[in-house]
């Protein structure tokens, strides 16, 4: 068997110093961002969210960012999900990015809101006809009997759509994630990885600070 504690990696591409980075971390963010998209890296915007129940327990899963801007990060979920009823419960959460092809890392703490029925129809309208029908199809997180159940019902709602564009479901729609703390994590040689977080002091500024690795 593999001694899996002897599994490790020198990191020695970059390094990220408080001179070099952007005063706003969405602007740092969006040069990181920039890096990762030219890179030809897959699925960039594949990233962990963690949440906490209502009895305290937290759960991860991986969603897909779908938009960010100054006002935070947004994805698109099933709000009958266990993800959306954490949410309804704590909507303190984080998100994180891991780029390993570059050695960065993303961590982000904040508030997740439903973002407005306009712009989760918009986004909805433009995915493809296979995960619209999906939404419809899926009772997310809910225990089903058999794969071919939830086949049957992605038949029956191919059947009732038709003829006819597919609507947004109520229960489906996108969330913003509005950041109180973005953490950029950078590789380096011998495990002393550079460590730059911003904490939002008020609306109008952010905090910068080295955190030891």
């Not at 009997?145 to 006819?164: G, T």
């Amino acid at each position: 068997m593999r001694n899996i504690a002897q599994i490790r990696k020198e990191y020695m591409l970059e390094s990220l110093d408080e001179k070099d980075i952007a005063q706003d971390p969405i602007e740092q963010f969006e040069r990181w961002w920039d890096n990762a998209f030219n890179s030809g890296i897959d699925e960039i915007n594949a990233m962990t969210l963690a949440t906490v129940n209502a009895k305290g327990a937290p759960s991860a899963r991986i969603v897909l960012l779908k938009g960010y801007d100054l006002n935070g990060f947004v994805f698109y979920s099933n709000y009958l999900s266990n993800k959306a009823k954490d949410i309804d419960t704590n909507p303190l959460v984080c998100l994180v990015f891991f780029w390993k092809e570059l050695e960065r890392q993303v961590r982000i703490e904040g508030i997740a809101e439903k973002i407005s029925f306009e712009k989760s129809d918009e986004y909805f309208s433009s995915r493809p006809h296979g995960s619209q029908i999906g939404a419809w199809a899926s009772p997310q997180s809910k225990v089903v009997p058999s794969r071919e159940v939830l086949e049957k019902s992605m038949l029956d709602a191919e059947i009732k759509f038709a003829e006819k564009a597919v609507p947004k479901p109520d229960h489906w729609g996108g969330y913003i994630v509005k950041p109180i703390s973005i953490e950029f994590w950078q590789g380096r040689p011998n495990r002393l990885h550079d460590r730059i977080i911003y904490s939002l002091e008020s609306e109008e500024g952010w905090r910068i600070e080295r955190l030891a690795p």
